[in-house]
């Protein structure tokens, strides 16, 4: 199958820290990333450089638990993004200074445009075709200060959906729950 142009090899940083291999398998219903078409996501959350953890979700599965979530909290966070990111104009920056390079697009944080090294946590996201990721609005990192932001405008039950998944997923209390967006 021929890819487009923004579609490329799953780069290491978005390998599973606990195998040191791209993901195989949904972590919710063990669908098979690899399989031709396969979309997915991956999130992934470090403090400093040190994983605190990490999960590739089938698209699917992203759309279903998304549906748990409060459409007050979805449209807050949508409003948020819009009003912090001008994505087709970042996409455009990037692909003319760096072409695909993933270190500058995780670079800096989406939204507060701060180096990722400067912060005391971030979290990564990519979209994902089978062994492929694609480059439009994904990549993208954010700093712990915009996960804080973002965590403020989520409802109580957004926030326990939230925090069931990533109980369910890690069977560990995280800090901040997986924020699915």
Known sequence: MKYPDNFVPVPEVFWSFETGAPFKACSVCGTDLAAPGTNYFIEKAFKKEEAI?????????????????????????????????????????????????????????????????????????????????????FPYALSDLAVDDLIKLLSNETLGTLNDFSNKLFDIDLSNPVLII
């Open 53 to 137: 953890f990490e999960y590739a979700m089938c698209w699917e599965c992203r759309e279903e638990i998304a549906k748990d979530l409060s459409q007050k909290s979805m449209e807050l966070i949508v409003n948020y993004f819009q009003e912090h990111v001008d994505a087709d104009k970042r996409n455009e920056q990037l692909k003319q200074r760096t072409q695909f390079s993933t270190d500058d697009w995780l670079g800096n944080c989406l939204i507060k445009d701060s180096p990722l090294n400067e912060a005391k946590e971030h979290q990564i996201y990519g979209h994902f075709v089978d062994e492929n990721m694609v480059f439009d609005i």
